[in-house]
């Protein structure tokens, strides 16, 4: 799933400001170091999410018999190749 940067920007955002609300949580760096991180973290489950995405479409693809986007045989095997990927990948 494509987000715009100013998207993923201000969900980094929203997770610093919710870590610094939890009284438990002590940053031992600035806040602003903190929501970069964020953002990297996301950027890179988005990564993955794009190539776990490609590789299910590309397992349907790949099928003898044509099986068309949208139709109940594709969503389910979409779901299960997803599920595949993600178990490969240990997420």
Do not use: C, P
């Amino acid at each position: 799933m494509r987000i715009s940067r100013d998207k993923l920007n201000k969900l980094a955002h929203t997770v610093a400001d919710t870590l610094a609300e939890i009284d438990q949580v002590d940053f031992l760096e600035d806040r602003n170091t903190i929501r970069q991180e964020a953002r990297k973290a996301l950027e890179k489950l988005l990564m993955e999410e794009t190539k776990i995405d490609a590789a299910a479409r590309l397992k349907i693809s790949s099928q003898r018999k044509i099986i068309l986007e949208g139709t109940q045989e594709w969503d389910i095997l979409y779901r299960k190749y997803y599920n595949d990927e993600v178990k490969k990948l240990g997420l």
